[in-house]
Each structure stands twice: as C-alpha cells, then as structure tokens.
C-alpha cells in the first residue's frame, strides 16, 4: 500500500483542526502553527519549512496575516507545489498570492462555507467556494475532489462574484449576531420558532475568532456597501415607526 501524500497546512487554529480533521484520511497532514504544541493523531506537528515544502500547502491562517505568511514561504515552496488558501474573502487573498507566491508554484483560491460548529455533523452536503487563481486546471481539479472525496456542494465562482456575494451573505450575518450577541442575556423561556431559528444562526458564529470578523466586514471590498444600505434601510424603519 502506498504511502499517504504529504499536505502542509500553515494554521492550526479551529478551522485548522477541522482541515487536518477531515483530510487525514487522505493525506499525511504536516501542520505548523507557533501555538500547537505537539501531534494530535490527525497532523505532525512541524516546523514551518515542513509545512511549506510539501505538495500541496494549505493555508488556514487569518486574512490580516496572509501576505506575511506569502513572504516567509515563498523560497520554502516546491516546484510545481500547490497553494490552497481557505479564507472568508477572496479577492484580497487572490491578489496577494498572485503577487507574492513564485510563478512555478499553482494557486487556488477556496472558501469552506462552513465552521466547526455547522461542520460538527460531518462534510457531507456542506458548501466550499473554488476560484481560479493561477490555472483553470487546478481549480477544476480541486473542485472534484472536494465534491467526491469530501461530499462537498462545490460553487466554481471568481473571487469577484464571491466577495460580492459573501458581502450579504456573511457579511449581514456577522453583523447581526454581533449586535444580539451584545444584547445578551435574551429570553431563553416564552420564545418562538422563528427567535430560535435566528439564536442558532447567532450560536453558529458565535466562537468565531475576532480575526474572522475582521476579514468578512473589513478585508471584503463589496462589505461596506451593503453594511450602508443596511444602516439606511434600518433608519428607514425607524423613522417610519417614530413617526
């Protein structure tokens, strides 16, 4: 029996679990972070070299570090390596890897559309985002794969189509349960279908890490305007029940 293919995945934070969690089955996961602290029996904890010169390298680190990140692994990556990034915004981390990652080295953008805590029943039927970066080959190659290796109901987007869209679809989400989040403690006795449905939306991001937040309502170039036309839509209706 052949030897498992060797993944490095740079971020071990939750969604780095999940990542090493998942893909173990399928690669002998070599993971760097300066906060792990040693083997979990899904990945090897190494040094970021390690990580960087495997295969394939997937990066779980946070938008606002990525293009550090780029600059440290650049001379450590293979020829012909390939780059996978699984950040909340594309078009910032397409650019970046574009620009700063060696041309003989793919690249493909993905967003898993999904946490630890949407994920904590398995991948099966869960949604990842897959951008073309550097190569439409590739980004057609890691879309299969998530789809039948994984389960995963994959959307083949540009980083454009994808920012735009998350904008709204994260975007307003995050914002939302951070206000209710701020409004705890909330009823929790006489409460109804619909108040539950939105407290489980709010529990699904509630862990989240800062780092999170900041990439979908900063990072994300399309977020501020639908945040406006929020705010306006809300001070709409506002004045209409002042008045």
Same mark, same amino acid.
């Given at each position: 029996m052949s *030897?498992?293919?060797?993944?490095?995945?740079? /971020?071990?934070g939750a969604f780095g679990k999940l990542t090493a969690q998942h893909l173990a089955a399928h690669f002998d996961v070599r993971a760097f972070d300066p906060a792990m602290t040693g083997d979990? /029996?899904?990945?090897?904890r190494v040094d970021l070299a390690g990580a960087a010169g495997c295969p394939v390298v997937i990066l779980a680190v946070p938008v606002g570090v990525l293009e550090h990140t780029l600059v =440290?692994? &650049?001379? #450590?990556?293979s020829a012909g390596a390939l780059v996978i990034d699984v950040g909340s915004v594309k078009v910032k981390p397409a650019e970046a890897m574009q620009r700063l990652l060696p041309d003989h080295v793919r690249i493909v953008g993905t967003h898993p559309l999904f946490g630890p805590q949407s994920a904590r029943d398995g991948l099966t039927g869960l949604r990842i985002a897959v951008c073309e970066v550097r190569g &439409?080959?590739? *980004? +057609? @190659?890691? &879309? *299969?794969?998530? @789809?039948l290796r994984l389960g !995963?109901?994959?959307? $083949?987007v540009t980083p454009e189509d994808h920012d735009r869209e998350a904008a709204t679809v994260q975007? !307003?989400?995050?914002?939302?349960?951070?206000?209710?989040? $701020? #409004? =705890?403690? !909330?009823?929790? +006795? #006489?409460?109804t279908a619909s108040f539950e449905r939105v407290m489980q /939306?709010?529990?699904m991001v509630r862990h989240d890490s800062p780092a999170v937040y900041q990439a979908i309502e900063r990072d994300n170039p399309f977020a501020a305007r639908v945040r406006e036309r929020?705010? *306006? !839509?809300?001070?709409?209706?506002?004045? =209409?029940?002042?008045?």
């Open positions: *030897a498992k293919p060797r993944l490095g995945l740079i /971020g071990y979990d /029996g899904f990945a090897t =440290e692994i &650049a001379p #450590m990556l &439409a080959r590739d *980004a +057609r @190659r890691t &879309a *299969a794969w998530c @789809r !995963l109901k994959v959307f $083949n975007g !307003l989400t995050h914002l939302i349960a951070k206000v209710l989040l $701020n #409004m =705890e403690p !909330l009823p929790t +006795r #006489m409460t /939306g709010v529990d929020f705010f *306006a !839509l809300f001070d709409q209706a506002r004045g =209409e029940l002042d008045g």
